[in-house]
């Protein structure tokens, strides 16, 4: 990273990010990749597992986002932040769920980690990897 970290920076990808977990709650399909780099590479929980580019991953948003009656939970938690003038990385934890079209409802924890870089002046995220531990048997 070049340069000292600033507020502005900060406040920015704090803002990009939040954007990004709004528009996935809301189910905003053409907003969720609006601050993403088109060659941005994600590793995500579900199959495939890595996707390299936006394209690659909208074109998969609708086999694995779970249709939900209303608003989804989509939340950042605990986020963290660290910019420079031109590289920025953030982590969270991300609470997802909501109500399924049967009226179950489900509800999940999940980390994820963000690399942004500064392009013209806006930030856009260039890494995203979201994971979740396996549960070992009887560990």
């Not at 394209?55 to 963290?80: K, N, V």
């Not at 934890?93 to 806006?122: W, Y």
Request: proline share 4%; net charge negative.
């Amino acid at each position: 990273m070049t340069g000292p970290m600033t507020a502005s920076d900060e406040a920015q990808v704090r803002l990009v990010l939040q954007r990004w977990a709004a528009s996935t709650r809301k189910g905003q399909h053409d907003e969720v990749l609006a601050n993403h780099c088109p060659d941005v590479l994600i590793y995500d929980v579900l199959a495939p597992m890595k996707y390299e580019g936006a394209a690659a991953y909208r074109q998969s948003w609708d086999e694995w986002q779970p249709a939900t009656q209303g608003e989804g939970q989509f939340e950042l938690e605990d986020l963290s932040v660290t910019a420079g003038a031109d590289v920025a990385f953030a982590h969270c934890f991300i609470r997802c769920g909501g109500v399924l079209p049967n009226g179950k409802m489900f509800e999940d924890l999940v980390r994820a980690t963000f690399c942004l870089r500064k392009v013209s002046g806006s930030w856009k995220v260039a890494h995203q990897h979201i994971s979740k531990p396996i549960q070992v048997a009887g560990g």
